[in-house]
């Protein structure tokens, strides 16, 4: 049997490696993550097959040379060079917890059987984890395969008395039950579940298993000649991510083909020496990134522990704040300011002035900034309010904005002495790390202008700097079906514009429809029109603002049907106000 390894899904991996045991004699079952991606149809990724098997790993080794796998040093685990998931044989018995597993599912498929867990013994495994290392992860993994497959709620309740964890069970419960009311509540969702394809047209969804892209594309090219250059390692190609804490999936090749370029574009402008002076070794490009306790996060983040830069590339939206959040991420693995040196900047700072926090960014702090912003607060001495949380913010902050705004900063500081100060602190502090970050460098950095390429980023600046009139028109531009010439580089492909452009078009419709909605009272059927576009291609924000729309009866008419419709998208996107305001709907009204 000829397969084509990378592009194999989960089933069929299994397929090929139980039969392929099986012809050796060799007993195995399928648990883990990879009953969850198959009892889920998908939905979650799991970047290894957990098999537990009675046989010695020297003679699964052997059986499992016939197809290329092979045994990772001594270990318990097996790769295979051109398959996306590596195979853990997890030590027997077969058991969850301390209760030993009597039956088994059998899934048949065209090119063989799969043996595993069943459902309800998959959500066993999974709650095992939460259970006893409090793995939140693990409980929203058997909250999917509660989404689509029915379980028997006795027999798991039974065995999480026996784990005496019955506190944690009734989380899972209460949530379960709740998903299984709102899918009978929201059955006629059905026939719209295909506009949850929309989030892949938005950047023109192939996916990376179609088999339909030819390796090498354009933008693993320019991660290659990263790579040389900077002896920074780009990881994109696992299934699944979790470092220290912060989980991910593994992008879409769509989003990547979005997403790199703007990367690889701005850490081009530094030299190699500035990367050998950071604590950055590696960047890992994934999706739907998340911490341990479940939370979204943003578009990026740099941990100290594993030296690694995480991006969501899942999050493509604002073209202009995920190239500023590049240079604000880099610039955290630079910064080892600490004791004497950390107080000298703070005395830059105006008098009096205490940062919010010492440690992390809660969210009483993000509600803060909300407020001074809403209340047009006065924030002197700082580029943003967000510089107020932390010195390690102020300084990143700072930076992003010398490198890709500099006209912005530049302006600001020329009635600031507090942010002047402080960029002629942050040129000196680099230069002292590099010396080739000198008076060029930052020449360099004005002249760049990014932001000049193309109407929906012109409108994006203009948006930041508060000129809403040329925003609105250049929104309006990108959104327009005539198609414009933009500028284009060794990163800004016109194959780049072609993969862009529909995700510009897309947040423009929105933008072009906010700005209409917001100018004018009463009745707008221009502005809903446009905010209908933006959502029907699943941008998360215009399908919440749209189902606010027709739950107030704002320029529509009232609906709550469209309402929960329209929540009901954003919310399987990851949404989690929508969340919010559908459970508002369903159990409040």
Known sequence: ??????????????????????????????????????????????????????????????????????????????????????????????????????QLSIIKTRKGMIKLLTPSDCVKDRLA??????????????????????????????????????????????RAKKITKTRNICVFL?????????????????????????????????????????????????????????????????????????????????????????????????????????QRLGYALFMRGNNAFFQNVGELDTFNHIRLTVHHEFFHSLDELKGEEEEEWEKLNPKDFKYFCRFGIGEEFLDKIAKDRQNKKPFSGFITRYSQANAKEDRAEIFCHMVFYPEVIKKKSKNDPVIAAKIKYIKALLSKMCKEMDDGFWEMAEKRQVWKMSSYSRGEYYQYIGDYKNAFKYFKKAAEDDPEKPETDEFYTEEWYKNSSELAKTLSEYEVGQYLFDDRNGDNQEAVSWIKKSAGKGYVDAQIFLGQMYEEGLSVKKDINEAKKWYSLAEKQGSKKASVLLNNLLYEK
Not at 249 to 262: G, I, N, R, T
């Open 1 to 102: 049997m000829n397969n084509n390894w990378a592009t194999m899904k989960v089933k069929d991996v299994a397929v090929v490696v139980q039969g392929t045991l099986s012809k050796y004699g060799i007993d195995s079952t399928l648990v883990g993550g990879a009953c969850v991606e198959i009892y889920s149809n998908n939905k979650y990724s799991s970047g290894d097959i957990d098999i537990v098997s009675d046989w010695p790993l020297g003679e699964i080794e052997n059986a499992l040379t016939e197809i290329g796998f092979k045994r990772k040093d001594k270990t318990r685990f097996f790769e295979k060079k051109d398959c996306e998931y590596f195979l853990d044989f997890v030590q027997p018995p077969l058991a969850i917890g301390n209760a030993p597993v009597k």
């Open 129 to 174: 984890a939460y259970f006893y290392w409090d793995d939140k992860q693990s409980l929203e993994q058997a909250i999917l395969v509660a989404k689509t497959k029915t379980l028997d709620y006795k027999s798991i309740e039974k065995w999480a008395k026996g784990e005496s964890n019955l506190k944690k069970y009734r989380e899972f419960i209460s």
């Open 190 to 294: 059905t026939a719209v579940l295909g506009c949850l394809l929309c989030v892949s047209n938005i950047a023109g969804e192939t996916g990376s298993k179609d088999g339909k892209k030819a390796p090498n594309e354009y933008w693993q090219k320019q991660i290659e000649k990263f790579e040389k250059k900077y002896k920074i390692t780009v990881d994109y190609k696992k299934l699944f991510y979790n470092s220290s804490g912060v989980n991910g999936e593994k992008a879409l090749d769509s989003q990547l083909a979005v997403y790199v370029p703007m990367l690889m574009s701005e850490f081009s402008i530094y030299p190699p020496a500035l990367f050998e002076s950071s604590m950055m070794k590696k960047i890992v490009l994934c999706r739907n990134m998340k911490n341990n306790e479940n």
